[in-house]
């Protein structure tokens, strides 16, 4: 993706987010909504357009250019040999969460039982496994991207189910801003493939609102964690009621217990 359409991809989640219609712009602008269309799908337009936008935002070209930078290059996954090395070691784990939050050094060593050396450390590890590219003054750049996938049967998702799932699911899901839902059902491949895509969406868009409320204060926000799983699955104790087995569904994992997760 170019420049340009990564910076217009940028205005238009950063539009989204702060719930402003094409029409809306336009009025802000003194433009036609037409004009407004046009202008963001071809992605032609001088830098001013480009301010008065970032003036109905309320935010700067330079917050744009950061979220650009930020989504350029950036690998969808890991390689197992990366995976391992981060679940390996706990406080390497920890920084690798925490840049994926875009968090500072400040911010880590605040929070956390880490030492100044010791997240300076962390980081010129992930800098040399690829995970950011670490800068002057304890900077960085993310090499991957903020909603990361995991290698099947890799590293993270055997941590994910030997040391994480359990702890997720003790909540009980009943907090006001929590939620926690089951649906089955059957839908055409092509669907499937569309609901695919949607959950992806929604996972950008998470993690995208993250990274617009980092200009908040600490004590206006709360950490919470989006765990999504689609796939063609039915529960072992229902599967053995079935009259047919029924082969399209995958069955358990070798030489590992019950289902694939």
Not at 142 to 165: E, S
Not at 233 to 260: I, N, V
Request: hydrophobic share 45%.
């Amino acid at each position: 993706m170019s420049t340009t359409a990564a910076l217009v991809q940028v205005l238009k989640a950063e539009l989204k987010r702060a719930g402003i219609t094409y029409a809306a712009l336009a009025r802000e602008l003194g433009l036609a909504e037409s004009s407004v269309k046009r202008m963001l799908a071809r992605g032609d337009m001088p830098l001013a357009r480009v301010d008065a936008i970032c003036r109905v935002l309320k935010t700067d070209f330079a917050e744009l250019a950061r979220q650009v930078a930020e989504a350029q290059a950036q690998r969808p996954m890991l390689t197992a040999a990366q995976e391992a090395a981060v679940v390996a070691d706990p406080r390497l784990l920890l920084l690798a969460l925490c840049v994926l939050s875009q968090w500072t050094a400040a911010q880590i060593v605040a929070t956390y039982r880490l030492t100044e050396a010791e997240c300076v450390a962390g980081l010129t590890r992930l800098d040399a496994l690829g995970v950011i590219e670490l800068r002057a003054n304890n900077r960085y750049r993310l090499r991957v991207g903020k909603t990361l996938r995991w290698l099947p049967d890799g590293p993270l998702m055997q941590f994910f189910r030997q040391r994480v799932v359990d702890d997720f699911f003790q909540g009980r899901f009943d907090g006001e801003d929590e939620l926690l839902m089951l649906v089955h059902g059957q839908v055409s491949p092509p669907m499937a493939r569309v609901f695919n895509e949607r959950l992806q969406r929604l996972a950008q868009d998470f993690a995208q609102q993250h990274l617009a409320d980092q200009r908040l204060p600490t004590e206006q926000k709360r950490p919470f964690t989006l765990l999504i799983g689609w796939r063609s699955w039915l529960y072992a104790g229902l599967r053995d009621f079935r009259r047919q087995p029924d082969t399209r569904l995958p069955g358990p994992t070798p030489g590992a217990p019950g289902e694939r997760g």
